[in-house]
């Protein structure tokens, strides 16, 4: 582990140097590594495909819509609108500061740590890093050690593509996170758990460093089946996209359970079941369309809440596992205790609860019983549902009648509220999250009045001043009809 501590100390001092240089300020250069992340999916996609299919089971089309489409697109954009992104904001000052003018500049913070996830190893660790770059800051990655051979690609391949003096990769595990956090950072970024995320935040407070916390929790999925009965292939369809198709449930942004009428779930569970074999076949383990668990320690962490007695009486539909292939089938829950431990951790895995109710209105109250999740998932054309839940009910982001889309959408900022995170980013969102927004304002020497003893007279002085501007500049708009209201 010394020689460890010695490449952290090393990398971060040379880090610390080119910051300091000014040279990641420019934005020519913040293009030039934009452009070349870019450079560097495009030419090795089909070796990013490999790992990920190593890693996770992920199929070539999954890797390039979850991952590597996502990440090209993303540096696109931020290539394309980082012209526009750096130029100060003007900021239009009261009355009573003029002349004074003021705006606002976005300056980096300076070196940033990001630590990435291992279920999406590719883009939760360059998305990330493309902010950071976009906004001039220097950048380590440590990607997830449970994510092997993805990780082990990115630090081949970063720095044959990148500023190697800028931009920097260690690999390894928990031991050589704790190094890294014992170090003081201008940022951290991390993506995991909440639990992991505690961790982070409190070794940050050290140093007072900001952080951004991309956690997780259960999101919800309300299917009002009342306002979308004509559209309820459509909804079926979508929950099992996004709930079995996207690294086989372990995403953050997964439903993570469904809220229904009582009366509506027997004949969910019907229409779920041909979808699922419409999409993963009858044989879903061999189908190669179906990401396996990452690990053995997460496919018994699932197995154990599976096979709680009285979660494995609600199974309606799947329940097989293999250990030897970490697989875990499609599964399907209706009603299972809601005191029980699945009902309570985010499963993060393909099994689907289905929580039943009396009224679908019960579902805003459900809710707002759990902690704040990363997102809201609600199936209805009810204007009235869709008020309550916006306005009773807090999350990341809501989205109505469709599943994930949010996140792959560079015009809304991404990111959790309580226990699901803190802070945003995706689009300018990324810019900004790296980003110190400092204000500049400049006054004039112009009608000063003469200072006076004790020293805070001078302070009385300058409101007197202001006060006095601002009166002068009003009886003139005044007299010149352009103010309404001054006598009041």
């Given amino acids: 582990m010394e020689a460890m501590k010695e490449t952290v100390d090393q990398s971060l001092r040379e880090m610390r140097e080119t910051f300091a240089s000014g040279r990641t300020r420019s934005v020519k250069w913040r293009k030039a590594q934009l452009g070349a992340i870019i450079e560097m999916v495009k030419d090795n996609e089909e070796k990013m495909s490999d790992v990920l299919f190593q890693d996770l089971g992920k199929h070539s089309t999954e890797a390039f819509r979850d991952e590597l489409g996502f990440v090209m697109r993303s540096a696109t954009t931020a290539l394309n609108c980082l012209d526009k992104w750096v130029v100060p904001r003007k900021s239009n000052l009261p009355l009573l500061f003029y002349p004074a003018t003021g705006k606002v500049i976005s300056e980096p913070y300076g070196t940033v740590l990001v630590l990435s996830s291992w279920n999406f190893p590719i883009s939760l660790s360059l998305d990330p890093m493309i902010g950071a770059i976009a906004a001039g800051n220097t950048v380590l990655l440590k990607a997830s050690e449970l994510s092997p051979n993805a990780s082990a690609l990115l630090a ?44 982070i935040m409190a070794a940050a407070a050290e140093h007072l460093t900001p952080v951004t916390l991309e956690l997780g929790g259960k999101c919800p999925t309300i299917i009002d089946h009342h ?33 229904v009428e009582q009366s509506f779930a027997s004949t969910l569970i019907d229409m779920f079941k041909p979808v699922i074999r419409s999409f993963f076949g009858e044989n879903p383990k061999e189908s190669g369309c179906l990401a396996k668990i990452v690990t053995k320690k997460h496919f018994q962490r699932l197995s154990r809440l599976l096979n709680d007695p009285r979660v494995k009486a609600s199974i309606v539909y799947g329940g097989s596992m293999d250990e030897e292939k970490l697989y875990v089938e499609p599964t399907i829950l209706l009603d299972p205790p809601l005191d029980s431990e699945i009902m309570n951790e985010e499963i993060f895995g393909p099994i689907l609860p289905i929580i039943t109710l009396r009224d679908i209105q019960e579902s805003i109250g459900f809710i707002k019983s759990k902690p704040k999740p990363l997102a809201i998932y609600a199936f209805t054309k009810d204007e009235n549902l869709k008020t309550r839940i916006l306005s ?24 959790g509220v309580g226990q699901s995170g803190m802070g945003r980013y995706h689009g300018k969102y990324s810019f900004e999250c790296f980003s110190h927004e400092k204000a500049i304002m400049e006054g004039s020497l112009a009608m000063d009045l ?20 601002e009166a002068y500049f009003k009886l003139v708009l005044l007299m010149l009809g352009l103010t309404k209201g001054v006598r009041k």
């Fill in 156 to 199: 081949k391949l970063i720095p044959s593509y990148l500023d190697t003096k800028a931009i920097k990769v260690i690999e390894g595990g928990p031991d050589v996170a704790t190094i890294l956090l014992q170090h003081q950072w201008d940022k951290i970024f991390f993506t995991g758990s909440p639990k992991i995320g505690k961790i």
């Fill in 227 to 259: 306002s979308v009965s004509k559209d309820m292939k459509s909804v079926v369809k979508r929950i099992s996209g996004g709930k079995w198709g996207s690294c086989s449930g372990q995403a953050c942004i997964s439903v993570d359970y469904v809220l």
């Fill in 392 to 415: 009773e009910t807090s999350s990341g982001s809501v989205t109505f009648n469709d599943l994930m889309i949010q996140y792959m959408c560079d015009a809304l900022p991404f990111g």
């Fill in 450 to 469: 003469e200072a006076r003893y004790p020293p805070w007279n001078n302070f009385k002085l300058n409101f007197i001043r202001l006060a006095f501007r």
